[in-house]
């Protein structure tokens, strides 16, 4: 089949070069005439693994090809997808349709022939019936179908999932079109990929309750795991004791800083603003939206806990800056609100992210970026995990303590067992896991850290910070002195 992709970005590049990967005739088009320059060099414009060389291995198989206009590349094609960005509008949260209209718009004017315009950007409900309004007014005399094939791909893992879907979900109302798109996914579906035919209106709102529910699981389970921080239980055992369970099941299960990315946060504020349009206020994403905007200034908070109450006059190194590993993808970062919130209190950041850095430096100021974690954790008084990059799940912790100013990790993604990282010395805080204090009345020992100065504002903290009965914890006599008070014999809150 000959097929055109209008938008050349993390949707629209993986699935172009899927596509010709299966064996079709695929030309790319972006507006961004440097992606496209970038793109004709063999540079991927964005960090995606396998996905050079993927576009490399089809450029030379002569399947795929790249353009910088719509005119001229559509006319011929089967079918002409639009992949094109659809960010929450500034001010009130629905998505922004202008790019979607702007290219349909293009298109309409030189398609020729029978063609299928296939909707794979996220577009709020009945978005097609708009495509096919814009087409009749710019083109009355096109002969074209609009479909919607929302795309359910996970940065990261864009090609695997494009090649190995759960489903794909195809909505449509010409038959034409459903017998076209069958022959583009033939190929997937041989190997049992199930295509489910649905309405277009369906097709569209599929995508949003698809997002809308994976962020309220991962919001539940944040909630969850605060709970489990003041009733002394390991979110992680939660997690999984739940999630063996067959109808919940173990995915978006771990609890963390709050979701971010490129998807979730537009996604779920644009669904709450099409049902309030509709007059069906969805409360349960309402909240869900308004709980994970907190959680992530929430997270800088923690870390002040961490650093005995305050940032102010310390250094934080921050390790991992990507919404989540395997992509450059800054869009929506929880990254951006912690570090902001951080400086406001007077924190200075380090920070180091594997791939991210290029992308972060236009969207945060006064950051010095290292080269490794080790480079970040000089002189700080707390390291904090925000993405779990496999760069940074097998940490040399002795090094760590000897660099930095404290040696205080705060894991905002478990990735480490926090009695794993003690024993180096460190204060650790996690995310979901007190201490192993609770319940068994004592925890190792551990080497002294300025936790002290929050003893008072939060004993249960101290307990958790320190380690140990009253007995166990010795404050050594001139912070006694400084405080005017005798620390170590307050029993830790149970
Ligand atoms: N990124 C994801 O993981 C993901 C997953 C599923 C669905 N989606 C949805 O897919 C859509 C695209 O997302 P993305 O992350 O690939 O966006 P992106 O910003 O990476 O890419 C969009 C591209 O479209 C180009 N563009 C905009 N207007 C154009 C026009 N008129 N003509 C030609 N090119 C134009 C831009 O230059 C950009 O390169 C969005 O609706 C998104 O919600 C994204």
Redesign the pocket.
């Known amino acids: 089949m000959r097929i055109a992709i209008?938008?050349?970005?993390?949707?629209?590049l993986v699935s172009g070069a899927c596509f010709a990967d299966l064996g079709h005739s695929v030309t790319c088009?972006?507006?961004?005439t440097r992606?496209i320059e970038s793109l004709r060099t063999g540079v991927s414009p964005?960090y995606e693994p396998g996905l050079e060389v993927l576009v490399h291995h089809n450029v030379e198989a002569g399947r795929l090809a790249f353009a910088t206009t719509?005119a001229g590349n559509v006319a011929g094609a089967d079918a002409v997808f639009i992949?094109?960005?659809?960010p929450g509008r500034r001010g009130d949260g629905h998505a922004d349709l202008s790019?979607v209209f702007?290219?349909t718009r293009?298109i309409a004017r030189h398609a020729q022939g029978f063609t299928v315009i296939v909707t794979?950007?996220?577009?709020p409900v009945g978005t097609s019936d708009d495509i096919e309004r814009v087409i009749r007014e710019e083109n009355p005399a096109a002969d074209i179908a609009v479909v919607s094939n929302?795309?359910?791909?996970?940065?990261g893992s864009?090609i695997s999932d494009f090649r190995h879907p759960d489903r794909i979900v195809v909505g449509f109302s010409d038959e034409r079109a459903g017998a076209v798109m069958t022959d583009i996914y033939r190929p997937l579906t041989r190997d049992r990929a199930l295509l489910l035919s649905t309405g277009r209106r369906a097709a569209e709102l599929i995508?949003y309750a698809a997002n809308a529910f994976l962020a309220l699981k991962i919001t539940f389970i944040n909630e969850i795991a605060d709970l489990c921080e003041e009733a002394g239980a390991d979110v992680q055992d939660i997690a999984r004791g739940i999630g063996l369970d067959k109808r919940i099941g173990t995915h978006f299960l771990q609890a963390g800083p709050g979701f971010g990315?490129?998807?979730f946060p537009?996604?779920t504020l644009a669904l709450v603003k099409t049902a309030q349009d509709y007059g069906r206020p969805l409360r349960l994403i309402e909240t869900t939206v308004a709980i994970n905007e907190q959680r992530k200034r929430g997270m800088a908070r923690k870390i002040a806990t961490a650093c005995g109450g305050s940032v102010r006059g310390k250094t934080v190194a921050i390790l991992g800056l990507t919404f989540k590993p395997n992509t450059d993808?800054m869009r929506g970062a929880p990254s951006l609100d912690i570090i902001r919130a951080l400086q406001d209190q007077g924190a200075a950041i380090r920070a180091f992210d594997p791939v991210g850095m290029e992308a972060a430096r236009p969207l945060l100021n006064d950051v010095a970026y290292a080269t490794d974690p080790y480079d970040a954790a000089r002189g700080a008084h707390a390291l904090v995990i925000v993405t779990e990059w496999s760069d940074f799940q097998d940490l040399d912790f002795p090094r760590l303590k000897s660099l930095m100013e404290t040696p205080v990790l705060v894991d905002l993604r478990n990735v480490y067992r926090p009695e794993d990282v003690r024993r180096h010395g460190f204060l650790v805080s996690a995310v979901g896991r007190p201490a192993p204090y609770r319940g068994l009345g004592f925890v190792p020992r551990l080497e002294w850290t300025d936790a002290w100065r929050h003893f008072d504002e939060s004993p249960r903290w101290q307990a958790v910070a320190l380690g140990g009965t009253a007995a166990e914890v010795t404050v050594p006599s001139e912070r006694r002195a400084l405080r005017g008070k005798d620390h170590s014999s307050r029993a830790p809150a149970a």
């Open positions: 209008i938008g050349s970005g993390y949707v629209g088009i972006d507006s961004d992606k964005f719509i992949a094109v960005g659809t790019a702007a290219a293009e794979k950007s996220t577009v929302p795309e359910f791909l996970r940065e864009a995508k990315g490129s998807c537009k996604d993808d």
